[in-house]
């Protein structure tokens, strides 16, 4: 398996501009997630899918940050506009704890490789 | 508010040795804590999860416990080697109602030859 994929690996954009960062997790993973990461703050959950659907969306920064899940395959977290405080390294991971996995499950989240986002 | 602690100084230890790395918790009961390795330039890969009710647990060289009293975790690499050199991120979750890690800024830890 190529393990989660995430592009591009870097953006380097102007405050206004329009970003979008992709992400295709393992397939049949049926949990993905999108982190940033600062120095300042460390590595910081904003958004987790199960099956496509959002669940807990509430280390979103603010209303310019949007994410989407159109299918088992693909997700895209956008921001809109950028501001230069955006600058950051943001993570995609997958999960799967399945239907029938119960206490045994591992829980283990696989990391794409990050996109490094520079706002100027 | 929730509150996860690792050591912020790097950690620096000669080959062979034993290293310790603490991550501290404050107003927060997790059921499920994950221990993580991130190299520069790459995401964090997965080394170790425990539970609530497991006082320890083994890899390889590697141990993790965690104490809900102290409301701590310590993890441990014995016969430390220059290719442990990395972050260490610790990451609790609580039990029921989400699947929601928060993670710690990381320990960083240089082996040295």
């Known amino acids: 398996d190529a393990g989660v994929i995430q592009s591009p690996r870097h953006e380097v954009t102007e405050m206004g501009q329009e970003v979008t960062l992709r992400c295709k997790p393992i397939?049949?993973?049926?949990?993905l997630f999108w982190y940033r990461q600062t120095m300042m703050r460390g590595l910081e959950l904003l958004i987790y899918f199960n099956n496509n659907v959002p669940i807990d969306d509430s280390g979103m920064p603010e209303d310019r940050f949007s994410a989407k899940m159109p299918n088992a395959s693909f997700s895209t977290l956008k921001i809109q506009p950028s501001e230069p405080r955006d600058s950051a390294v943001y993570f995609c991971a997958s999960s799967s704890r399945g239907r029938n996995s119960g206490p045994l499950y591992t829980d283990t989240q696989y990391f794409g490789p990050g996109t490094r986002l520079t706002v100027l | 508010s929730q509150k996860i602690e690792q050591n912020s100084e790097a950690l620096n230890i000669q080959e062979g040795k034993t290293a310790t790395l603490t991550c501290n918790y404050t107003n927060y009961s997790p059921a499920y804590l994950q221990w993580y390795r991130q190299d520069p330039g790459r995401g964090p890969v997965f080394l170790l999860l425990i539970r609530e009710n497991e006082k320890e647990k083994r890899k390889e060289r590697l141990k993790v416990t965690f104490d809900t009293t102290l409301k701590q975790s310590l993890f441990h690499i014995t016969a430390s080697q220059p290719a442990d050199s990395a972050t260490y991120l610790c990451?609790?979750?609580?039990?029921?109602?989400?699947?929601?890690?928060?993670f710690g800024t990381g320990t960083r830890l240089k082996v040295l030859a």
């Open positions: 990451a609790p979750r609580r039990g029921s109602g989400t699947y929601k890690y928060i």
């Open positions: 397939s049949g993973h049926d949990y």
